[in-house]
């Protein structure tokens, strides 16, 4: 667990020097994480907050063996918190799914009753990032921005593994 936990820092940290090109990281449901939501539209509404595109990444905080990610490939069966076509599963939390492609997406949480409560998530991505907030536009300004919050939240992750 621990060897886990250090090469997922690594994973962030070097994300982090690489710059802005290599995507953002959105830690889903913040600090809450991954887990049983406090009502049904938690999560749907932690992503009206955000702007997902190509190459951004979603961190799942979850611990192994209680929590689990699904996704399925579309809307109907994310609805009705189907099991049935599966495209891809995730055990070992933490996880890291990066967004390759534009379009929808479609996870939940597939350990009993989770989904049926709400921890599910259904995300749009675009092809494009969204243009930067008015104000300075340079590198440096940016990553001065993304820098200090991504490395808070490699730490993060790594206090919730140790």
């Avoid at 749009?124 to 990032?129: E, G, I, K, T, Y």
Wanted: charged residues 15%; aromatic residues 10%.
């Amino acid at each position: 667990m621990a060897r886990n936990a250090a090469l997922l820092l690594l994973a962030v940290m070097a994300s982090l020097v690489a710059g802005s090109s290599a995507g953002i990281y959105h830690i889903v449901g913040a600090g809450k994480g991954w887990r049983m939501p406090p009502n049904k539209t938690y999560y749907e509404e932690w992503a009206s907050t955000r702007n997902m595109s190509r190459g951004d990444k979603l961190m799942f905080l979850y611990r192994s063996g209680v929590y689990n990610i699904v996704e399925v490939p579309t809307r109907d069966l994310f609805d009705r918190c189907s099991m049935r076509h599966i495209i891809n599963r995730w055990q070992s939390g933490p996880t890291i799914i990066l967004l390759e492609q534009a379009g929808s997406r479609y996870f939940f949480c597939g350990v009993g009753e989770h989904c049926e409560v709400g921890q599910k998530l259904a995300i749009n991505v675009s092809a494009v990032a969204p243009p930067p907030p008015d104000g300075p536009s340079n590198d440096a300004a940016v990553g001065a921005l993304l820098y200090p919050a991504g490395l808070a939240a490699a730490f993060l992750v790594s206090a919730l593994l140790m």
